[in-house]
């Protein structure tokens, strides 16, 4: 019998959190005649993930453990395509947890819906409170839809999607995204662009597991920048001309916020948090406008590649 889902997992230095990840694996609960391989990835030439993945076994089996040596997410990403199997693709971060019916509620979905794939909630855990005003709902949850909605290019994430195998036999994820984040983003558009139909799943909950030096301000206000940046770069990729008047928006999107600031503050810190992640964000936009890049797995600062 063939597989049936592969498990992708790409991991860069994070051993603690995938023998997290692989713990709550092994709780999983197969649909009967459903057969699974999960494959790891390990990004990092030390292979640090070694110890954690190459010797374990579980309860959907061994573990495909590989290397890709050069830093660079979407190649990663690549080299799990490669080494998968199965009829469908299951992502999930190396940070996260999987619930006992994770892949059961999938299945059970694409069985009634001829859908080309299915992306699930991501719900979130502090490990430590670092900062007590910066509450999850406010500024980590993502935004959930009921199962069965029609999804757009803004809710498709690794971090919790089925997807099918044959969709990724036109083209992979684009590594120029590699460092910068967003080479899901990218894809996944393109295959809406393409024609494929995604749907969400809501019942297919994982748990990501936020680490203390992630419950802060300032890491917010880098993901909101390198977010607004990765958003322009690939809006960019698809359009041509216009380039102009489209700093000139975002600019002027700028200021406005700058100005809103200091009223913000009438509405107490976290009023002025959200603001501040707003223009975050619009800066981002401006600076990949200007031709520029922010690499947060890799240098920060750059030119677009």
Request: hydrophobic fraction near 40%.
């Amino acid at each position: 019998m063939g597989v049936d889902v592969s498990i992708c997992i790409a991991t860069f230095r994070r051993p603690e959190g995938l023998s997290r990840l692989l713990d709550s694996l092994d709780r999983v609960k197969l649909p009967v005649g459903v057969e699974a391989e999960v494959i790891v990835v390990d990004n990092d030439r030390e292979e640090s993930a070694a110890s954690v993945a190459k010797t374990r076994s579980g309860s959907l089996g061994s573990i495909r453990y590989c290397v890709e040596p050069q830093q660079n997410i979407a190649l990663a990403r690549n080299r799990a395509l490669s080494e998968a199997s199965g009829e469908w693709l299951l992502f999930i971060d190396d940070d996260e947890v999987a619930d006992e019916n994770w892949i059961a509620e999938y299945l059970e979905l694409v069985e009634r819906d001829p859908c080309d794939g299915a992306f699930g909630p991501v719900l979130i855990r502090l490990e430590e409170i670092a900062t007590p005003w910066l509450d999850v709902e406010t500024f980590y949850s993502r935004r959930r839809h009921p199962t069965g909605h029609l999804l757009g290019a803004g809710d498709l994430y690794t971090s919790n999607a089925l997807v099918r195998r044959r969709l990724f036999d036109a083209r992979g994820f684009d590594p120029a995204y590699g460092l910068s984040g967003g080479s899901d983003s990218e894809l996944f558009g393109h295959m809406l662009r393409s024609g494929a139909r995604f749907v969400s799943c809501d019942e297919a909950l994982v748990v990501e597991c936020i680490p203390p030096e992630r419950h802060r301000f300032g890491w917010l206000a880098q993901r909101a920048f390198r977010g607004g940046c990765v958003h322009t770069r690939i809006a960019q990729s698809r359009a041509s001309g216009g380039a102009a008047k489209r700093a000139l928006r975002a600019a002027v999107r700028l200021c406005g916020l700058a100005v809103l600031m200091p009223l913000a503050a009438f509405g107490g810190r976290r009023a002025m948090a959200r603001v501040a992640l707003r223009i975050c964000t619009q800066a981002g936009h401006l600076w990949a406008l200007m031709g520029r890049s922010y690499e947060e797995y890799g240098a920060g600062f750059s030119t677009a590649r």
